[in-house]
Structures are given as C-alpha cells and as structure tokens.
C-alpha cells in the first residue's frame, strides 16, 4: 500500500471520529438545554408559589397596630407617677396622631404627671447628740449617731437582705396610710414597698430624711434597705414566695 493511501486512510478514521464526537457532543448540548428548559419552569413555578403563599399569609395577619397602649401607675388622685406608654403607628411619620390621641384622653381623665424626683430633705439631727455637741462635748455627740446608726441583728436569727435603692415613691392612700416604694438604679417598678402609717414610714426613713411623708413625693434617695423574708404565698404561676418584711433604712 503507498504511503499516500495510508493518509488517506488514517484521514478518514480521523474525520469519522470527530464526526463521532461531535454527534456525542451535539447529543449532550441537547439533554443539557432540556434540563436548563426544566430548571427554569421549576423556578417559574416555585417563584409563583412563593408569591401565592406570601399573599395567603398577608392576607391571614392582622393589619399594622395603631394608636398607643398605656400602662401607668397612679399616686395620689389621677397623678401618673410611673409607668410606661407605648405609640404605634402604621407609618413612622404618624407617631403625632398617636401621641394627640394620648393628650386628649389625658384631658378627658383629668391626668397629671408627677414631677421628676427631687431630693430628699436631709435628716433631722439626731437630739440626744446635738445636745451633746452644744454642751462642747462632740466625742460624745459622734459616739450617739454612730450607735443610732447601727442596724439591730435580724429578728428570730433571720439574716439581713439588702437593697441599695436611689429613689423612693410616697404614696399617701385613701385610708390615711403611706404606701412607699423603693428602686433600684435603672428599675421602672418598685424592688420593694410597704404600707404603713404615717408615723411608722417616718420612723423607718428617719435616718436618711426628714421628709414629710404626708404628702406625695418622688425622691431621689440614695439609702440602703434592711429586710427579711416573712410569710409565704402561691404566685399566679403556681410557684411559692415570701412576703418582704422591710425593717430599717440607712444612708448609703
């Protein structure tokens, strides 16, 4: 055979296999375009779903709240003296409409807010050692507030608890009584409070002022509080707690 025959030949078987190929290749451009055709009608139809689903929840939720929800806490009389008010507003540029709505139901109720703390009056010096530092003799007069100022062991071997507290509410009551309450650094409701009379909450702050507690007033105290857990009670949840006996108050 001439060995231009022979490339003819091997020409052929060449040509016959790229044609083979491209046949291959041509079959594999075809499959992978039906998927890519299968793939986008997936999508179109999870897509049309998705929005299908969206508009079904939409539709279920309730629509945007309005308006403002109001959780106060009242002194005496109709004045406000803690709490919380929420506004909502469908559109952030609303919160006025909201905020009118408030006002004008205040006005209707007759509502007043209660000013911010103020400080406490001071503590009436203590007679035994004003005496005592007039006659000339203040070694005496330092030793009686020091001994006044000592904090009693805890009753039935009880052991103290304590809260340092930077504001004080008094809440005269329709009964004569005095309901005070004492919070914490950064607390919106009272970590402890009582009801008590007139001359017993005097007692109790005698220490740290001498304030009148007749009247309502929002103070801004710095003191620390003694008490001790008393009788035991069911909370709404089913658990059980202790009643917080409050017994004595110093300055911090």
Known sequence: MSTKQEEMEKVALERDRLLKDAEEAGKIITQLGAEIVEARSELAAFQTAAREQAEKIRAACPPPEAGFSLNAQFGAGKVITGGQITFRTVNAQDWRMAFDE?????????????????????????????????????????????????????????????????????????????????????????????????????????????????????????????YTLGKEYQKPDGTKGNYKDIAHVRPL
């Open 102 to 226: 408030f006002e004008s139901l205040a006005k209707e109720r007759g509502w007043k807010f209660a000013p911010a703390a103020i400080p406490a009056e001071p503590p009436a010096p203590n007679r035994a050692a004003t005496i005592a530092r007039e006659a000339g003799n203040e070694t005496a007069a330092k030793a009686i507030e020091q001994a006044a100022a000592v904090v009693p062991l805890p009753p039935d071997g009880k052991t103290w608890l304590t809260l340092d507290a930077v504001r004080i509410l008094l809440l005269p009551q329709p009964d004569t009584r005095i309901k005070i309450e004492f919070y914490a650094d950064g607390h919106k409701f009272p970590d402890l409070k009582t009801t008590w009379t007139a001359e017993q909450i005097a007692g109790l702050l005698k220490h740290v002022t001498s304030q009148d507690v007749t009247k309502a007033a929002d103070l801004a105290l710095r003191c620390r509080v003694y």
